[in-house]
């Protein structure tokens, strides 16, 4: 605990607990909860900061969260942040009126950083020892319902989701949105099976579970879990449509691009927790298959590093100094030959240097550009379409920056610098030389729907774009071909003419414009897909959403956007 006495007209006493990290565990390159508690013994409006040190020499990035006080009231706020750092201490400070009125470091160390963590919702914070003995660093984090995520960014850093014991009462309506989210785009889901999974049946997430509960019985485990001593507790599951049942202990099927798995038996019973095939159980469930997505960070491959100026600004920049030059050739010409010829030497430099400076403001403005380049890739199986955008920052001669991200968004610096998170979609400070990338994800209602169906007249294919989207140059691609489609504004019906598929060929060299590098990533992507690996067909094509675009009060923002939807088959599914 922490507290600090502040210098204030009307001195306050605030008290700060904090802990990092998922039972101090830290995920490399992810999202991580900092859980802050503070106590004040007046009313106070202030700021919680979050300094979290980088291998910028120019500071840390900063986290900033406004709070407010009440005197006597306890307060806890959860914030979020990237540490890129883990060999140096977060401080964390409590701002009022610009001064520091409470702060506490807390230390890190190489040893708290994982490649992921397995989360536990359970009351006894044991069951996963054996995950020490993983090819990969994952460590297990034991939570309560509070400590699940608000949003589903906040998932970021976790590789499975165990629940075992959930109160579904007390999970607030944002978390249970947030962890459907994370499901439907490749999450892994885990529940345990026992007496506490009856008590799901009729909940909010006893609807995401491929099998229904419907009744404990006594199980003798011989056979499914041998080694294991019997009778042990189980509950009958019920398969619902689409389910894959393995045995009687456990059912598995889809939500979206994500996995959820119920288990008939309790996986942390005491009698589990040393049975020796729990290691290979845990390993299977950390691999279920899930869909990859089309593009990760590599889609900044196809941004260029630097641009040049625009012709007009070169063109003025010569005029400038061909007037310039011949000014200060005739004044320096004329100095020598008059009285008080010096004068209009200094009248020359006094109007040109202001003016020479302006222009440098001006170059530097126009030099300075964000690119946004966007592929929003629908889910299959789920009304929605997750976005995946890279900004890159072009700044020549610095100068400061300020980025908001759409609504329910979040901003991540691909290397991390000096900034500032005013919100986790609100980025500001100083604009590097070197360029700054950003990373943002987000996700969005299916901007597109397509059906692709086939007749013994052929194939015909129905889209209907949705919310006013207009979609250029769209694209059909199946199996490694292509079909070119007129571009899309209202519902579109039509019969494809099977002369007019052509396959596709990624071209040796890379495109000048960056729309066609993008598009040609995309179809590349999934054309190089092997059968079988999610939906046979696609809709892909450019579009124009403000809604998903960069805003910026500082500099000019160039966005670029792709659509890639898997189209519905026969059966309604991609």
Do not use: K
Not at 262 to 286: C, M, Y
């Amino acid at each position: 605990m922490a507290w600090l006495v502040a210098g204030v007209a009307s001195a306050s006493e605030v008290s700060l607990q904090v802990q990092a990290g998922w039972s101090g565990w830290i995920p490399r390159g992810a999202w991580v909860p900092v859980r802050v508690e503070l106590l004040s013994t007046d009313a106070v409006d202030g700021m919680i900061v979050i300094d979290v040190a980088t291998r910028d020499p120019s500071g840390p990035m900063s986290f900033r969260h406004p709070v407010r006080l009440v005197r006597g009231v306890r307060q806890r706020v959860t914030l979020e942040v990237i540490v890129p750092e883990v060999r140096r201490a977060l401080l964390v400070r409590v701002v009022v009126q610009g001064r520091d009125v409470a702060r506490e470091e807390i230390p890190l160390s190489l040893r708290s950083a994982v490649d992921g963590v397995i989360l536990v919702l359970t009351r006894e914070a044991a069951g996963l020892e054996s995950l020490f003995d993983l090819s990969r660093i994952l460590r297990p984090a034991y939570i309560t319902e509070a400590e699940l995520p608000v949003h589903w960014q906040g998932y970021a850093g976790v590789a499975l989701l165990v629940i075992h014991d959930l109160d579904p009462e007390a999970v607030a309506p944002e978390q249970r949105e947030a962890l459907a989210q994370w499901v439907a785009q490749g999450g892994r889901l885990v529940v345990s099976g026992g007496d506490s999974l009856m008590r799901l049946r009729d909940s909010w997430l006893g609807q995401m579970l491929p099998a229904e509960p419907i009744g404990l019985y006594r199980l003798d485990p011989s056979r499914e879990l041998p080694g294991v001593r019997g009778p042990i507790l189980a509950t009958a599951l019920s398969p619902r449509s689409g389910a894959i049942m393995q045995g009687r202990l456990r059912a598995q099927g889809q939500s979206g691009a994500g996995a959820v798995t119920v288990w008939a038996v309790d996986l942390l019973a005491p009698d589990l927790r040393t049975w020796a095939g729990q290691g290979a159980l845990w390993e299977a469930e950390l691999n279920t298959p899930v869909p990859s997505w089309l593009v990760t960070r590599d889609l900044r491959d196809v941004l260029a590093a630097s641009r040049p100026f625009p012709v007009s600004i070169q063109v003025w920049f010569a005029v400038l100094a061909l007037v310039y030059l011949s000014i200060a050739r005739f004044a320096l010409l004329r100095a020598s030959r008059i009285r008080f010829g010096w004068v209009p030497v200094l009248a020359v430099t006094l109007v040109s240097v202001p003016t020479m400076y302006g222009f440098g403001l001006q170059a530097r403005r126009v030099g300075t550009v964000a690119i946004q380049t966007s592929v929003v890739e629908g889910i299959g199986g789920a009304d929605a379409a997750r976005v995946r955008s890279i900004i890159a920052l072009l700044s020549p001669y610095g100068g400061a920056f300020d980025f908001t991200a759409p609504a329910g968004a979040r901003a991540q610096p691909i290397e991390p610098h000096a900034l500032t998170f005013d919100s986790p979609a609100a980025i500001r400070g100083p604009a590097p030389p070197s360029g700054l990338q950003l990373e943002v994800l987000q996700l969005t209602p299916m901007p597109v729907r397509g059906r692709l169906r086939e007749s013994p007249d052929g194939q015909r294919v129905d889209i209907t774009p949705r919310g006013g989207v207009r979609i250029e140059e769209p694209v059909l691609v199946r199996r490694g071909q292509i079909y070119r489609l007129p571009p899309i504004t209202t519902a579109l019906s039509i019969s494809l003419d099977p002369a007019r598929w052509e396959t596709f060929a990624a071209p040796p060299n890379a495109p000048p414009a960056l729309d066609d590098r993008l598009m040609g990533l995309v179809l590349a992507r999934i054309a190089g897909r092997p059968r079988g690996s999610g939906a046979s067909a696609w809709l892909v094509g450019r579009i124009n959403s403000p809604e998903l675009s960069l805003r910026s009060r500082s500099t000019s923002v160039e966005v670029h956007q792709v659509v890639a939807v898997p189209l519905l088959g026969e059966e309604g599914r991609p």
